[in-house]
Nanobody, 122 residues
Framework: QGYLAESGGGLVQPGGSLRLSCATD????????VGWYRQAPGGQREFVAT???????EYANSVKGRFTISRDKDKTAISLQMTNLQPADTATYYC????????????????WGQGTQVTVSL
């Protein structure tokens, strides 16, 4: 439980698209909300999007209308489809698993992936 592995990062031009994937397992999906955070170099880690166990998606205001989080039906993974990417989106993106039994601000039992780099540049 708590297994997370990100993939899909890379270099993309402004206005381009990229799809990230967070591979996990059924045990994790059963007791955690799984989502995405990001951290720019020298910056703080910030919330991007999350998918609850019930399948409800939530997004940061900065990515609403551009990013879509979803559960891959054919595998135990949570995807983040990113469109109209801008240089401000450049960051390391981390998959996050949060216990559904705790309030959002209780992060001490959260699990994290290793991160995948997204660079938006010409």
């Amino acid at each position: 439980q708590g297994y997370l592995a990100e993939s899909g990062g890379g270099l993309v031009q402004p206005g381009g698209s990229l799809r990230l994937s967070c591979a996990t397992d059924e045990g994790t999906l059963g007791i955690y909300d799984v989502g995405w955070y990001r951290q720019a170099p020298g910056g703080q880690r910030e919330f991007v999007a999350t998918m609850t166990k019930q399948g409800v998606a939530e997004y940061a205001n900065s990515v609403k209308g551009r990013f879509t989080i979803s559960r891959d039906k054919d595998k135990t993974a949570i995807s983040l489809q990113m469109t109209n990417l801008q240089p401000a989106d450049t960051a390391t993106y981390y998959c996050n698993a949060h216990p559904i039994t705790l309030p959002r601000e209780r992060i001490e039992y959260d699990r994290w992936g290793q991160g995948t780099q997204v660079t938006v540049s010409l």
